[in-house]
């Protein structure tokens, strides 16, 4: 028998034309909404479960950037054992992040990643601002005002 672990997801916005594709992912994953919002999919409501094998953060993921593209979505698979948790957020026009998370969804970067980052800087540390930061401090801020915007 494969890990396991929870998986969770929120949608954040949805063109009708994805919400099919979308309904598909959420059933084939046995995620449920966490509250009563009713049938259909509701925006800013956590869809979840707590068991599916690890690595479906990923397919999910797959799947919605594929045939949901034009939906803003953020979901993560909790760490499990020697398995790292999964993160995955996308808001289209934007573009999409992935990487490491805790069992809250918060995204993690090793000290390591840090630390290279600053010694293959010219001289300085402006190369860690610019690699680690900046680079993702657009698409945070989008995905915080969707969040702020959406749950309740």
């Not at 925006?43 to 707590?50: A, D, F, I, Q, S």
């Not at 969804?105 to 601002?129: H, N």
Request: aromatic share 8%; net charge negative; glycine share 8%.
């Amino acid at each position: 028998m494969s890990d396991r672990s929870a998986l969770q997801l929120y949608i954040y916005a949805m063109p009708d034309e994805d919400r099919a594709a979308v309904q598909l992912g959420i059933d084939d994953n046995g995620l449920e909404p966490d509250d009563d919002s009713g049938d259909g999919i509701v925006l800013g409501v956590r869809y979840l479960t707590e068991e599916v094998p690890v690595g479906s953060a990923y397919d999910l993921a797959v799947h919605l950037l594929k045939e949901a593209p034009g939906t803003a979505f953020e979901l993560w698979q909790d760490p499990v054992f020697e398995h790292a948790g999964r993160y995955v957020a996308h808001l289209p026009g934007i573009g999409a992040y992935e990487g490491v998370c805790d069992s809250y969804g918060s995204p993690l970067v090793k000290l390591t990643e840090v630390l290279d980052a600053l010694t293959m800087a010219p001289d300085s540390t402006s190369a860690l601002p610019a690699d680690h930061v900046a680079r993702h401090a657009s698409f945070f801020t989008a995905l915080r005002r969707a969040q702020t915007a959406r749950r309740p």
